[in-house]
């Protein structure tokens, strides 16, 4: 066979080989900056796990293909400037910063891959910071060099025009010279016949052997699909049980807000996924779920459950801190704080299991963010709250009364044999500078029993974590809180009567509604 020496043809297209590898090492370049991006937002943060989808894209094929043809045409082109006795420092050096490269893409690999599984201490996020930043400057400055000589700029530090002149074409680069490869056409073929014949006659002698291990291969294929797909891998929906190694888990219902029960918002950059669930552990020992076992994913992102909103979030019940499970169900809610641009995007729960098994569930959180809906009721009507957030729960106001004073009457006994009709006058505080009267107001608050949320147990402890009261006197509306208003009897107290302190002007108003403010929902309980 005769052969021809490549050097006049890598001489000829010496321009469009450095153009080709500029490319290569832009692409490459591009990556390795989209890593350290990624790198440099994760650390204003540094409290979510990574998926592994994120892992993959950042590290694709498509850049480690790049960097074996950049070490490819290095090479080549090394061994060009070799034979023409040309210098090839540049090459050199050029081939020492892509195995530096790869040992640096490794090691982020590395790191970003147990972002997966754990959080990184921060010093060694900083190392592998500092390791991305020193691997684009040195790409950066050996892509100058190539692109220089790729566009064919003559400028003094380089001088690419004479480097290319000394390379002239000679009549040795491109001389033809003999190789012989003898191959026996024939004898090759009558091996392959030999050889096919022989498989034949095995597969016809032990054919029933091979058709049960090709059906036990397929079917071991399909179980493995299957298994992957709606086992291994399955994704659950809300309101669906699931089991892990140590408990039980059921998601049972999810909220998209940006406030707190007062309705004040918390943070104007960022809305909240409340996720509330019934967990339940197997074994008799003490055991806890670790917050970064059941994650909120979205946008490649994974979010911890933030357990310092537990007053912001009080009404929707008790937030997981890592409390010690019981064998019986109970309820509990994780709160995850996402950027406001986010909420729009696929929502999943994630559980990492211990044996890294992951379980998928798919949330559609309800939006509490939206226009209020109100319903109107009126005295005497109860109210059942199955629309709102405390589901079954219920209330009801009998009667209410305004008064400076009531007077309720009691018995005082002095012994156990001589008791007396006695009185005892409620009357408002005198801790404020404004003329105020008292509300009663006599009804009743029963609680869901599937709810678990703390202090409410009475009327008042209702009213005072909800509700409100507007009035009108003329063409002017006013509102009243009534947290932290009541004055409570020592001797006549009722859980089913409050007297709330209100402003005197009540007494001259037209109508008096009381407002009880559940999230997105409004009650509008009609008095007058």
Same mark, same amino acid.
């Given at each position: 066979?005769?052969?021809?020496?490549?050097?006049?043809?890598?001489?000829?297209?010496?321009?469009?080989?450095?153009?080709?590898?500029?490319?290569?090492?832009?692409?490459?370049?591009?990556?390795?900056?989209?890593?350290?991006?990624?790198?440099?937002?994760?650390?204003?943060?540094?409290?979510?796990?990574?998926?592994?989808?994120?892992?993959?894209?950042?590290?694709?094929?498509?850049?480690?293909?790049?960097?074996?043809?950049?070490?490819?045409?290095?090479?080549?082109?090394?061994?060009?400037?070799?034979?023409?006795?040309?210098?090839?420092?540049?090459?050199?050096?050029?081939?020492?910063?892509?195995?530096?490269?790869?040992?640096?893409?490794?090691?982020?690999?590395?790191?970003?891959?147990?972002?997966?599984?754990?959080?990184?201490?921060?010093?060694?996020?900083?190392?592998?910071?500092?390791?991305?930043?020193?691997?684009?400057?040195?790409?950066?400055?050996?892509?100058?060099?190539?692109?220089?000589?790729?566009?064919?700029?003559?400028?003094?530090?380089?001088?690419?025009?004479?480097?290319?002149?000394?390379?002239?074409?000679?009549?040795?680069?491109?001389?033809?010279?003999?190789?012989?490869?003898?191959?026996?056409?024939?004898?090759?073929?009558?091996?392959?016949?030999?050889?096919?014949?022989?498989?034949?006659?095995?597969?016809?002698?032990?054919?029933?052997?091979?058709?049960?291990?090709?059906?036990?291969?397929?079917?071991?294929?399909?179980?493995?699909?299957?298994?992957?797909?709606?086992?291994?891998?399955?994704?659950?929906?809300?309101?669906?049980?699931?089991?892990?190694?140590?408990?039980?888990?059921?998601?049972?219902?999810?909220?998209?807000?940006?406030?707190?029960?007062?309705?004040?918002?918390?943070?104007?950059?960022?809305?909240?996924?409340?996720?509330?669930?019934?967990?339940?552990?197997?074994?008799?020992?003490?055991?806890?779920?670790?917050?970064?076992?059941?994650?909120?994913?979205?946008?490649?992102?994974?979010?911890?459950?933030?357990?310092?909103?537990?007053?912001?979030?009080?009404?929707?019940?008790?937030?997981?801190?890592?409390?010690?499970?019981?064998?019986?169900?109970?309820?509990?809610?994780?709160?995850?704080?996402?950027?406001?641009?986010?909420?729009?995007?696929?929502?999943?729960?994630?559980?990492?299991?211990?044996?890294?098994?992951?379980?998928?569930?798919?949330?559609?959180?309800?939006?509490?963010?939206?226009?209020?809906?109100?319903?109107?009721?009126?005295?005497?009507?109860?109210?059942?709250?199955?629309?709102?957030?405390?589901?079954?729960?219920?209330?009801?106001?009998?009667?209410?009364?305004?008064?400076?004073?009531?007077?309720?009457?009691?018995?005082?006994?002095?012994?156990?044999?001589?008791?007396?009709? !006695? &009185?005892?006058?409620?009357?408002?505080? $005198? *801790?404020?500078? +404004?003329?105020? /009267? =008292?509300?009663?107001?006599?009804? #009743?608050?029963?609680?869901?029993?599937?709810?678990?949320?703390?202090?409410?147990?009475?009327?008042?402890?209702?009213?005072?974590?909800?509700?409100?009261?507007?009035?009108?006197?003329?063409?002017?509306?006013?509102?009243?809180?009534?947290?932290?208003?009541?004055?409570?009897?020592?001797?006549?107290?009722?859980?089913?009567? !409050? &007297?709330?302190?209100?402003?005197?002007? $009540? *007494?001259?108003? +037209?109508?008096? /509604? =009381?407002?009880?403010?559940?999230? #997105?929902?409004?009650?509008?309980?009609?008095?007058?």
């Amino acid at each position: 066979m005769i052969l021809r020496k490549p050097f006049a043809i890598l001489i000829k297209h010496f321009k469009l080989i450095h153009f080709i590898l500029m490319l290569l090492m832009m692409y490459v370049l591009y990556s390795t900056n989209a890593i350290l991006s990624f790198i440099n937002e994760y650390m204003k943060t540094t409290t979510y796990l990574i998926d592994h989808e994120v892992v993959l894209k950042l590290f694709n094929n498509s850049i480690y293909i790049s960097i074996f043809f950049i070490f490819l045409m290095s090479v080549v082109i090394l061994f060009l400037m070799a034979f023409k006795k040309k210098k090839i420092k540049f090459y050199l050096f050029n081939l020492a910063i892509y195995i530096y490269m790869i040992v640096v893409f490794v090691i982020v690999h590395n790191v970003l891959s147990s972002l997966e599984i754990n959080l990184v201490d921060l010093k060694t996020l900083k190392m592998v910071q500092d390791l991305t930043v020193s691997s684009v400057i040195s790409q950066g400055a050996v892509l100058l060099y190539v692109a220089i000589r790729a566009t064919g700029f003559d400028i003094k530090t380089f001088n690419f025009v004479k480097d290319l002149e000394e390379l002239d074409i000679e009549e040795q680069d491109n001389e033809e010279f003999e190789v012989n490869i003898d191959v026996d056409t024939d004898k090759a073929r009558r091996k392959f016949r030999k050889i096919t014949r022989y498989i034949k006659y095995i597969y016809v002698e032990n054919k029933y052997i091979f058709s049960i291990g090709i059906l036990l291969l397929i079917a071991s294929i399909c179980a493995g699909i299957y298994l992957n797909i709606n086992v291994y891998n399955k994704t659950f929906k809300e309101n669906t049980a699931f089991t892990t190694s140590e408990f039980i888990i059921n998601i049972k219902d999810t909220y998209l807000t940006s406030t707190d029960y007062y309705s004040n918002e918390i943070d104007d950059k960022y809305h909240f996924v409340v996720v509330k669930y019934n967990i339940k552990k197997f074994s008799n020992k003490d055991k806890f779920m670790k917050n970064v076992s059941l994650v909120l994913e979205m946008n490649d992102h994974i979010f911890y459950n933030e357990s310092k909103y537990k007053i912001e979030f009080s009404d929707f019940g008790n937030i997981y801190n890592e409390d010690l499970l019981s064998t019986n169900f109970n309820t509990y809610i994780m709160v995850y704080k996402i950027p406001d641009s986010y909420i729009d995007d696929k929502m999943q729960i994630k559980y990492y299991d211990i044996n890294r098994k992951v379980i998928t569930v798919d949330i559609n959180p309800e939006d509490l963010t939206k226009q209020k809906e109100i319903i109107t009721s009126n005295l005497k009507e109860e109210v059942n709250l199955s629309e709102s957030i405390l589901d079954n729960s219920i209330f009801k106001i009998e009667s209410y009364e305004l008064s400076d004073v009531f007077k309720n009457s009691y018995k005082f006994c002095a012994t156990s044999d001589t008791c007396y009709d !006695s &009185y005892e006058y409620i009357r408002p505080g $005198l *801790n404020s500078n +404004e003329d105020k /009267i =008292l509300i009663k107001l006599v009804g #009743n608050f029963i609680l869901d029993e599937n709810l678990v949320i703390n202090k409410i147990t009475t009327l008042y402890g209702f009213i005072k974590r909800f509700g409100s009261l507007t009035y009108k006197i003329g063409d002017v509306t006013n509102k009243v809180s009534l947290n932290a208003s009541e004055i409570k009897p020592i001797n006549t107290y009722d859980t089913m009567t !409050s &007297y709330i302190e209100v402003p005197k002007e $009540l *007494n001259e108003a +037209e109508s008096i /509604i =009381l407002n009880v403010n559940i999230r #997105n929902k409004m009650y509008n309980y009609i008095l007058k």
